[in-house]
């Protein structure tokens, strides 16, 4: 049963995450806006699905954001978005618009990083922007996914090999651009160390 109370303190502990992980995805203020109340919209539909024994609340939460996120891509590809959404979109005020500006600022290093991974295969391309861009533990990106963590460390392991040719071919120039996300930004609270592999990917918890 849907209860307002718990659902508060559950959108005030994750909103932040939830709205840096849209702007690493969209450059839009108000399409973030959109992207992370839809979320929290499908938390409350989805409730009832989560089960605590089964992994945390964050790797639950990013799963649903990634499938609003392809949702939105989907609707994007049939439609002018522009056109067909303005009208029903939450309405911003100056100060929400400085703000996600300044999130969408933030997380530019976490767009490149996503660019970066473009040549992917789309299920190692899943697992690896969740753990070096989006900093969840390789466990985490797998009940994200819905799949099991030993494919979830194979996907990753290939992602990262399919990555280093790029990294060596620039040489002393840019690599692809390791996510700033803190440690302190992410949503399980986990102080886990971070490491950094040949391809210049940052990893959460010394996954890499």
């Known amino acids: 049963m849907y209860d307002p109370a718990a659902f508060e303190i559950f959108y005030r502990r994750h909103v932040d995450a939830v709205t840096r992980f849209m702007a ?16 929290f919209l499908s938390v409350i539909d989805s409730a009832r699905a989560y089960r605590p024994e089964l992994g945390t609340e964050t790797a639950w939460l990013y799963g649903i954001a990634r499938n609003v996120v392809a949702a939105e891509a989907r609707r994007s590809a049939r439609q002018n978005v522009l ?3 303005v009208a029903g979109r939450r309405l911003l005020d100056g100060d929400d618009i400085d703000r996600l500006e300044e999130k969408l600022d933030a997380e530019q290093a976490g767009r490149r990083a996503l660019t970066a991974l473009d040549g992917l295969a ?18 985490e990106a797998a009940e994200a ?19 280093r040719p790029a990294a ?3 040489g002393t ?3 692809p651009a390791a996510s700033r996300t803190s440690a ?5 609270g986990s102080t886990a160390p971070s490491t ?13």
């Open 24 to 39: 690493r995805r969209v450059a839009d203020p108000h399409t973030v806006a959109d992207l992370t109340a839809e979320t």
């Open 83 to 85: 056109g067909s959404r």
């Open 122 to 139: 789309d299920g190692e391309r899943a697992v690896i922007e969740l753990v070096a861009v989006d900093q969840l533990t390789v466990a």
């Open 145 to 163: 996914l819905g799949i099991r963590r030993v494919t979830a460390r194979v996907r990753l392991h290939r992602a990262r090999r399919a990555l």
């Open 168 to 170: 060596a071919d620039a």
């Open 173 to 175: 120039g840019r690599k």
């Open 184 to 188: 302190a930004s992410r949503t399980s």
């Open 196 to 208: 950094t592999d040949q391809a210049g990917l940052t990893y959460a918890g010394g996954e890499a």
